[in-house]
């Protein structure tokens, strides 16, 4: 018999008291957590001639981190059945302050990597809390306006990172990074120590430690050799494929033994929520935003920006700041529009409006003009900001109460693994159709690659059809 989130709905109609409290210490928390994820990514040449270490191993530092959210993010399921909101959220806020903490006093390229991975340990740990806390503290009808904050979060400070890393490198040094950040980090574990008292219900669910090292082999070794095609310097001692392979096969032994400990509520992940038909659609659809959103936007437009015009890194960081703060200013407006009209009337224009803006990309050249690059950013980021909350809240509205935290972790997971994987097809395929005997892509390879993107667009819109106004929003549709 399959379940529905309208049996649990009875319990949440009413919001508990200091919701909006707790909710506000759970953002500013993973504002400033997803800020210190992109605040690095300007500041690696400079850690190369710092740290005496090659590009490809300063690299690391960003791979390791998303690395380390791939293996985590399955566990956070486990975590949420067996400790309380609260516990969560210090143990995150404690990882990440000491990982923060770490970096800044390292003395050297290892010791800053393991700082970077006790970060996104935190990080990994605080985004599904966010998302899950969100859909149980806010009633129904009001949770798209909630969400449309959430994505402020998501899109803004990812946004605004590289920009506030190139003023504080350009200033201070790339240890300030994490000397700014720090006190942040501590200010929210203080306030969290005092107001999250969000408690909930446990269950003694045991470890299946198995399942722990299958998860980690799966998501890290498919992450890692997607990361690794996507480095289009190469260099690698392993060929990607086969961490690849390894990841496929241990993913797969690690789904056949979750659908069996599942049976007795032991999994690590449970895996039912694709027994619900709104959930699978939008996170299909996820998967394809995430991909041309960390793929096309975040990889392809830079290099276009500083290797086709010829911008430096300071420039094509403000050119796409527009973009990222339009997006998270249309986060409450598209939320509330959730609340009253549903998914469907949303979705559908913003994945045409995403579509439409790859293939204008499709269309740069060396003599565009800064003012088109900008524009066709808009457009894209808008296209995205009316998808992004609708399939967030559509997509963990359609599952019952006790599947929210597992929901949210196979959701977490899918962002980084669509990511990785957008990243790797869009620069490989920019290498390879590249005029320039060396593989760095250009303008030709460049435009390969966003038509690339423009197809998956097409893919998106095409998904967007199958959305219902009532998924997520109103009665769930489970598939039997």
Not at 22 to 40: D, K, R
Not at 127 to 154: F, N, Q, Y
Request: one cysteine or more; a positive charge.
């Amino acid at each position: 018999m399959t379940e529905t989130a309208a049996i649990a709905e009875p319990e949440r109609v009413t919001t508990p008291p200091r919701a909006s409290v707790l909710l506000s210490v759970l953002v500013a928390s993973a504002f400033v957590m997803i800020l210190n994820e992109t605040i690095l990514s300007v500041a690696l040449r400079d850690l190369t001639v710092d740290l005496h270490v090659s590009t490809t191993t300063v690299q690391w530092l960003t791979s390791g981190f998303l690395l380390t959210m791939a293996v985590i993010i399955p566990i956070t399921g486990f975590l949420r059945e067996r400790f309380t909101p609260r516990q969560v959220f210090l143990a995150a806020m404690a990882m990440f302050s000491l990982g923060t903490l770490i970096s800044g006093l390292a003395p050297g390229f290892a010791v800053l990597l393991l700082g970077r991975v006790v970060q996104a340990a935190g990080t990994a740990v605080m985004l599904p809390l966010l998302m899950t806390s969100a859909m149980r503290l806010v009633p129904a009808d009001k949770r798209g306006a909630t969400m449309g904050t959430i994505t402020i979060v998501i899109a803004v400070a990812p946004a605004v990172g590289p920009t506030i890393g190139g003023a504080v490198l350009s200033s201070l040094g790339w240890r300030w990074m994490f000397f700014i950040v720090l006190p942040l980090a501590l200010i929210a574990l203080g306030i969290g120590a005092v107001w999250m008292r969000l408690e909930g219900e446990t269950r003694a669910v045991p470890l299946d430690l198995l399942s722990v090292l299958l998860s980690a082999l799966g998501f890290g070794g498919l992450l890692y050799g997607l990361s690794a095609i996507g480095e289009a310097g190469g260099g690698h001692t392993v060929p990607p494929w086969v961490p690849l392979v390894v990841g496929a096969v241990a993913l797969a032994v690690f789904v056949a033994r979750q659908l069996r400990l599942q049976r007795d509520d032991k999994a690590l992940l449970d895996l039912r929520p694709f027994t619900h038909r709104s959930f699978v659609v939008a996170l299909v659809l996820a998967a394809l935003l995430f991909m041309c959103l960390l793929g096309a936007a975040a990889i392809l437009l830079p290099l276009y920006l500083q290797t086709v015009l010829r911008t430096s890194t300071f420039v094509s960081g403000l050119a796409v700041l527009p973009g990222g703060l339009l997006m998270g200013l249309m986060g409450r407006p598209v939320g509330r529009l959730f609340d009253r009209i549903g998914p469907r009337p949303l979705v559908i224009p913003g994945a045409a409006a995403m579509a439409v803006s790859l293939w204008l990309f499709a269309t740069l050249s060396p003599d565009s003009s800064l003012g088109a690059v900008i524009g066709f950013h808009l457009l894209l980021m808008l296209g995205l900001s009316l998808m992004m909350t609708p399939l967030m809240t559509s997509s963990l509205g359609a599952l019952p109460d006790h599947l929210y935290s597992h929901g949210s972790a196979i959701l977490g997971t899918l962002q980084q693994v669509a990511g990785a994987f957008g990243t790797a097809v869009f620069v490989t395929v920019s290498s390879l159709t590249s005029t320039n005997p060396a593989g760095i892509p250009d303008a030709a390879g460049l435009r390969t690659a966003f038509v690339v993107a423009g197809v998956i667009g097409l893919l998106a819109f095409g998904t967007a059809l199958f959305i219902r106004k009532t998924d997520g929003h109103g009665a769930p549709a489970a598939v039997h």
